[in-house]
């Protein structure tokens, strides 16, 4: 395939749809993305970005500059991506699948003999071979004969997406056993990474178990930071020892897991099946940490209610500003119902516009705290100052849920600090 030949639509401009456009644009294809939400259209063709990474943000805008057009309406093309959301719906325990519904609904309308579809969202297993080739069939063309479509996962890092993006090996899986040349010779003109090819079924399959997996890890590191409380030992002195075992490697424990994928993508392996599930398990552990958070803090201090309470780091994870199902709110709503009386937040990613609670500067957020909390591990939380809390705040407690301070130092300027 050479470089801009094929025209590609890109249908969903979010986190994954925006960043593959851009890279396709750049790597010379005409590229037309395609948003149903105008104002973001709007946005995105004045250059006003929501990037938390500024190479992202260059990038984009230079494919903007060439090959990358945004349009009101999704156009014809031989390439089809389907990037849109794939929420799980709580009350109905089973994931959205309607934005995939309508976007190959949409697709299917503009198809044509010899195009190909390709769609990136993470989607319960036999959602390719089942309601994206239903809804292109029902239109009048055969997902066997005229047109292919195929399942490749985005497993892009959230703040290193441009670099994965390009250089992370990619799964191919095609519906209806098509061969899958046409999709790979496409990934394979702008990525570094290897190919892997399956079937459609199988590739959903991978991306939830690799999630699943990461859950499930980041699980036991917890229940073992749980039990290592319990026998009164430090999880985390227990943790490096236990690695050092060659076929050992337990994860860091912490607030709880966070993050757009990680929380959700699991529970689309549920889908009807009655297997029993270590994953279910795992999201309890997982969703259970706040509440062992909770409890540090109310052992820690004389009385909870009424207290002051600084929260540091709002970010689901350390050095992005991204927020989403962070456990940091789900604490804040707990402190809320303790009757905590002044819960202060700060971060130094998340900026006040963000999200709909006031953010504080750090130094404002520990002004007369009874206790720190340090949910998120930015990198720059291992270098605070314990005589800078000490001026501010009135108590002596800290909750270090990621292990990100020298305890020796903050115990010696008389800090009581409290890892999980
Ligand atoms: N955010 C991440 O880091 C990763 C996300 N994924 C998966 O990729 C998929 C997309 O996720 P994000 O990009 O994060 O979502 P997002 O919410 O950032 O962006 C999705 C975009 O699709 C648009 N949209 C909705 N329906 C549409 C339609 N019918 N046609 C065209 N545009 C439509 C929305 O307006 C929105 O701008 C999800 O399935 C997600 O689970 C997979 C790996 C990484
Ligand atoms: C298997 C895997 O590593 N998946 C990646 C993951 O990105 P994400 O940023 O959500 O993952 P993460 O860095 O593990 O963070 C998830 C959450 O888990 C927490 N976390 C992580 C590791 C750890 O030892 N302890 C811990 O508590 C983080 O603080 C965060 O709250 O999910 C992405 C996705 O699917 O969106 C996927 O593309 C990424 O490759």
Not at 265 to 289: Q, S, Y
Not at 330 to 346: F, H, K, N, P, R
Request: aromatic share 6%.
């Amino acid at each position: 395939m050479t470089a801009a030949e094929p025209r590609i639509c890109v249908h969903g401009l979010g986190y994954v749809g925006l960043p593959t456009a851009a890279v396709l644009a750049n790597s010379g294809y005409e590229v037309v993305g395609f948003d149903v939400d105008p104002e973001h259209r709007q946005n995105l063709k004045s250059r006003e970005f929501t990037f938390e990474e500024p190479d992202l943000e260059r990038f984009v805008d230079r494919a903007l500059d060439d090959g990358l057009t945004i349009a009101a309406d999704p156009e014809p093309a031989e390439f089809h991506l389907i990037c849109v959301p794939t929420p799980y719906d709580r009350n109905l325990d089973r994931t959205d699948l309607s934005f995939v519904q309508t976007a190959v609904e949409t697709v299917a309308k503009i198809l044509r003999s010899g195009d190909t579809v390709v769609l990136s969202s993470t989607v319960p297993p036999g959602t390719t071979d089942g309601l994206l080739r239903d809804v292109i069939e029902r239109e009048g063309l055969s997902a066997t004969e005229d047109i292919l479509l195929g399942y490749s996962p985005e497993t892009v890092l959230p703040g290193n997406t441009l670099a994965e993006l390009r250089e992370n090996d990619r799964l191919v899986g095609t519906a209806a056993d098509q061969p899958p040349d046409r999709i790979v010779a496409l990934y394979d003109s702008f990525i570094s990474g290897d190919i892997r090819i399956t079937n459609a079924t199988t590739a959903e399959f991978v991306k939830l178990i690799q999630n699943a997996c990461r859950d499930v890890n980041i699980a036991f590191a917890n229940e073992v930071a749980k039990l290592a409380h319990e026998f009164e030992i430090d999880s985390r002195e227990s943790i490096a020892l236990a690695n050092e075992h060659p076929r050992v490697d337990i994860l860091h424990p912490g607030p709880g897991v966070g993050g757009h994928c990680i929380p959700i993508d699991p529970l689309f392996l549920k889908h009807g099946n009655d297997v029993p599930m270590l994953i279910e398990v795992a999201r309890t552990v997982n969703d259970g940490m706040v509440g062992f958070v909770t409890e540090l803090l109310e052992a820690a201090l004389d009385r909870v209610a009424g207290s002051t309470v600084a929260i540091l780091g709002l970010a689901y994870k350390g050095g992005v500003a991204d927020t989403r199902e962070s456990p940091a709110f789900t604490l804040v709503d707990t402190l809320e119902t303790a009757e905590v009386g002044d819960i202060q937040l700060s971060d130094p990613y998340v900026m006040p516009d963000m999200v709909d609670r006031e953010v504080l500067s750090l130094e404002e957020s520990l002004e007369g705290a009874d206790a720190a909390v340090i949910v998120t591990d930015h990198p720059e939380y291992g270098a605070l100052d314990p005589a800078m809390f000490a001026e501010r705040m009135v108590g002596r407690v800290i909750i270090d849920t990621r292990a990100m301070l020298d305890e020796e130092r903050w115990d010696t300027a008389g800090f009581d600090v409290y890892k999980v």
